[in-house]
């Protein structure tokens, strides 16, 4: 039985060496490519960008009243900078959208829905909170912000609370007509008291004067630095 048996392996043995021989024979002599040796597959696009920081979600809110205005346009070159990094954004067009203002009835408490339940409340409310960073984009009108932005940020008073406790960046793009460095510090000083108050941080600001006609800004070192603040933020 013994006997056998071996008789057995030596003929499965020998076969199996007559077949790797003529594999070889009919490959030119070269040995089978390894599965190692294989081209590595393509890495899925999150992958990619695993690897390339943080993906944050990015609220952008415009005030400008003109959609061919100089800060939509600065804001379109955040935005641009902003998706190549891969970050996710929403952006919500003050002027464009029906928000009503504060009617000071105080019936949220600062801390719970609002009486108004318009495009505030539908649209953007969920998105300022689930934000990482919150984009102010306007022009300077009056030395503050357009009053469409303005009606905006008095809507935060309804969750307060909410806005104060969750850490966010944030980064201003202004434009404006005269290059006054003195004019332009009452709306910087919004800026900065409004993020102080809410416990957010800046991380850039892009300040484009002298522009004053619709779309003069194009073709200015400020749209590098608007798309660069998108590029960059982390």
């Not at 022009?139 to 503050?144: D, I, R």
């Not at 005269?178 to 004019?183: A, K």
């Not at 000083?189 to 108050?197: G, I």
Request: aromatic share 12%.
């Amino acid at each position: 039985m013994f006997r056998r048996n071996f008789l057995k392996f030596l003929t499965l043995l020998a076969g199996a060496s007559f077949l790797e021989t003529a594999c070889r024979a009919q490959s030119g002599g070269k040995e089978p490519p390894a599965e190692a040796a294989q081209e590595p597959r393509p890495l899925s696009q999150d992958l990619q960008k695993a690897g390339q920081g943080k993906r944050m979600k990015i609220t952008v809110i415009t005030g400008s009243p003109r959609k061919n205005g100089n800060t939509a346009y600065l804001a379109e070159q955040f935005i641009k900078g902003a998706k190549e990094s891969g970050h996710e954004i929403f952006r919500f067009d003050s002027a464009f959208q029906k928000v009503s203002p504060c009617r000071a009835c105080n019936a949220c408490g600062m801390n719970g829905p609002c009486v108004l339940n318009d495009d505030f409340d539908k649209l953007l409310r969920p998105r300022l909170l689930d934000a990482d960073a919150v984009i102010f984009v306007s022009p300077m009108y009056y030395f503050g912000f357009s009053a469409q932005l303005k009606t905006v940020i008095d809507r935060f008073y309804a969750f307060n609370g909410q806005l104060q406790a969750i850490p966010k960046k944030a980064a201003l793009i202004m434009a404006y007509a005269d290059t006054s460095e003195r004019e332009r510090q009452a709306m910087l000083a919004h800026y900065r008291t409004l993020l102080d108050y809410l416990n957010w941080r800046d991380v850039g600001q892009v300040i484009a004067p002298g522009f004053w006609t619709a779309g003069s800004v194009k073709g200015s070192s400020y749209c590098d630095q608007a798309y660069q603040l998108g590029k960059n933020l982390k």
